[in-house]
């Protein structure tokens, strides 16, 4: 399966960039699987394996999500001399 998928996140086309704080080692891809049926899908970074999980593999939540960040790409907040 790594080799097929050239050795990058199935889902960004990224390689892996996650550390082991112990080894000091690149993490290998995280193994994404179905939760419902178990079967496995692809190997992910740990970073969409991570948000994937987070969203529960809502596809709804997803789409509704990206229509937010495509909406507000461009409305970076500056919060220079304002005190929070």
Not at 17 to 22: A, I, N, S, V
Not at 30 to 39: P, R, S
Not at 46 to 54: D, F, I, R, V
């Amino acid at each position: 399966m790594f080799l097929a998928q050239n050795g990058v996140c199935a889902a960004c086309g990224k390689s892996e960039t996650t550390l082991d704080f112990r080894t000091k080692q690149l993490k290998n891809l995280q193994i994404d699987h179905c939760h419902k049926t178990g079967k496995v899908r692809a190997l992910l970074c740990k970073e969409c394996n991570n948000a994937l999980g987070l969203l529960h593999d809502d596809l709804e939540r997803i789409r509704l999500l990206l229509k937010y960040a495509e909406l507000h790409q461009s409305d970076a907040m500056s919060f220079e001399g304002v005190e929070l």
